[in-house]
């Protein structure tokens, strides 16, 4: 399998005719594109004048998606699994495990890591990432200084954005050091601020100063909410008031969400409905939340995913995404989208068509990027993946794949299977 950057020069886009792929609905088409932008689509792919010089790629028995975009994910502590181990398996013992892995792990080592969870991301098809990135005063801000760094670096193959993770407390006397350090954070042009205000002494509070610090800023936020099956840890309310009071509606995620999902049916649609008022978009994580809670319930394990489908009654945009990519909150993830849809289909209980969107247009949505789609006019920004339909690229999970981000082929992995011995 070879898998690498594809080389083009930058500012030097050649038109490209995607030709004999599958478009989401099944009808066989070429795609043209042209200066970042789907020129035309079928028959009027090849008479355009903007097909003249095109370079021809044959995408016969691929199906052609709009690309997938990753809205959670902790990229300074990919890969970490094997060196920081998580001896309990939960929550507070990944936090514990990564406290105590702080003093050995550099900058370097973070860039490190996270610049190969991105290339694998951009083999996989994500057009943007946005990462949660640890801001606390144990690690300072060398984590934000590299991923800030990498996101510059990347810009034009694959979209970064920064989210600063405020440590607890960040409230109080206590969280004095944490909040000058979300303001060097945002000084240093972190793209969103975030932090985990259930783990606060004083979780209201917290996030009281996060939502103003974000107003403030004029940012985005994206905060870790209620990530436990405790059905008494309920913080979401809080949060739509602030996020409606303070205007910042479509710019506010609720990551994670998992104590939705235990509350009594009623109460759950009467806090989806404050979310959805709110413009508030929320990210679903289920290979990470599957795999931390629920621990110590050997029969009726409870599921550590929100509350999908009453959310979705209400109209709130739901995501889905990968969250931990080998670390000790999680030490599976293959950084794919398909892993995450597929998850959604089997433990969400998704459609599969339901699935997708959520790993890519409602995705993108959450992010507060422009939307994209197979259609002439969006920005071309496309995974076509070896399969025949939708359906089945999300079961098999094809590694033969290119994407492509506004115009420009940045990844193309072709599989060479031998027969015989
Ligand atoms: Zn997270």
Known sequence: MSCQPYETSPGQLGALLLAGAAAGSGSAKD?????????????????????????????EGFVLLEAPAEPHAHLDKAFLAE??????????????????????ISGDDITMRARRALGKAMARGYSAVRTHVDCNPLVGLSA?????????????????????????????????????????ALERGVDVVGGAPALDPAPSEAIKVLVAAATGAGCPIDLHLDETTD??????????????????????VASHCVSLGQQEERRAREIASLLAGAGIAVVTLPQTNLYLQGRG????VPRGLTAIEILREQGAVVAGGGDNWRDPFNPLGRID????????????????????????SLARQAMGL??????????????????????????DASEERIVIKAGRIVSWTQVVQVAGH
């Open 231 to 252: 059905e008494t840890v309920m913080n979401l309310a809080v949060f739509a008031q602030e996020v409606d009071r303070h205007g910042l509606g479509g710019k506010a």
């Open 297 to 300: 319930a050997p029969v009726r």
């Open 31 to 59: 795609v043209l594109v042209v200066d970042r932008q789907i020129a035309a689509l079928g028959d009027r792919a090849r008479s355009h004048p903007g097909a003249r010089g095109a370079r021809l790629v044959d995408l």
């Open 144 to 184: 934000i200084e590299s991923l800030v760094g990498l996101r510059d670096e990347l810009d034009g193959l694959i979209t970064v954005q920064v989210v600063a993770l405020m440590g607890r407390p960040i409230t109080g006397r206590d969280g004095e050091a944490s909040r000058r350090l979300l303001d060097a």
């Open 337 to 360: 989208p398909f892993e995450t849809a597929s998850l959604l289909v089997s433990a969400g209980h998704m459609g599969i068509g339901d699935a997708y969107s959520a790993v890519s």
């Open 83 to 104: 060196r920081v181990r998580n001896e309990s398996g939960d929550l507070l013992g990944a936090i514990a495990a990564m406290a105590a892995a702080y003093p050995s």
């Open 370 to 395: 422009a939307p994209c789609s197979i259609e002439e006019g969006s920005q071309a920004d496309i995974l076509g993946i070896k399969a025949a339909s939708l359906e089945e690229a999300v079961a």
